[in-house]
């Protein structure tokens, strides 16, 4: 029964050619450079999930967020349920993250901004900051048609500033979780040999596709900027 309602989700969904009508690109590219947004915004359409993870005509916006601790410079990073139970998405069980997020449901249409509503009630029901955050800012988009995952969404990556050390799961699709120094991560998932100590079950291969690619402008941020 979960899983038809999950098929019968109407969802946001844009056509790839009128999102990429005027400039195209793979893995990642900043918000200052295109704006995908209004894009999207004056040009999205709702329609069946189960349709759209199948028709690589559309692409599926989804807000995916990064928290980032500004005293410490460390990013949140999780690892999704292995088990059914938990965790109903077979292609994303047991994968390590640094972005929290879904796809914008019609009920998010409500608002001024779907995206932003969808980015902000996925983050209430996902996890607890315990401590005080800003508005989320977004820095960027990742594309990545190497994959049949990524043909059909189209991600908007948002960075959320925080003073919080300690963020508890609300749900159960979320593992285990902790913050790491930026620079750390960084080295994890771009580095084969480089294997979390704290964490001998880190694996590079069951690291997202999407946090492969936005590890690296969240890290440039953090280096780049220095303290927030």
Not at 78 to 88: A, V
Request: proline share 3%; aromatic share 12%.
């Amino acid at each position: 029964q979960h899983i038809t309602k999950m098929a019968n989700r109407e969802i946001m969904v844009i056509g790839r050619d009128i999102l990429f009508k005027d400039f195209t690109f793979q893995g990642f590219s900043p918000h200052g450079k295109y704006d995908f947004e209004s894009i999207i915004l004056a040009n999205s359409q709702y329609i069946k999930r189960e349709k759209a993870e199948i028709n690589f005509e559309f692409k599926q916006p989804i807000a995916y967020t990064a928290i980032i601790n500004l005293d410490d410079r460390k990013i949140f990073a999780y690892t999704r349920s292995k088990q059914d139970k938990n965790y109903k998405e077979k292609r994303f069980q047991g994968k390590f993250s640094i972005g929290l997020g879904g796809h914008i449901d019609k009920k998010d249409n409500n608002e001024s901004n779907p995206i932003k509503a969808s980015r902000d009630r996925e983050l209430k029901e996902e996890v607890r900051i315990l401590g005080y955050s800003e508005e989320p800012q977004l820095l960027g988009y990742i594309n990545d048609d190497s994959n049949d995952v990524g043909k059909v969404h189209f991600g908007l990556l948002y960075y959320l500033p925080t003073d919080a050390r300690t963020i508890s799961p609300l749900d159960k699709e979320i593992e285990k979780c902790k913050f790491y120094n930026y620079k750390r991560l960084e080295n994890m998932i771009n580095n084969h040999d480089n294997e979390d100590r704290a964490n001998h079950s880190f694996k590079l291969q069951n690291v997202e596709g999407w946090t492969k690619i936005a590890i690296k402008p969240i890290a440039d941020l953090l280096n780049h900027v220095g303290t927030f």
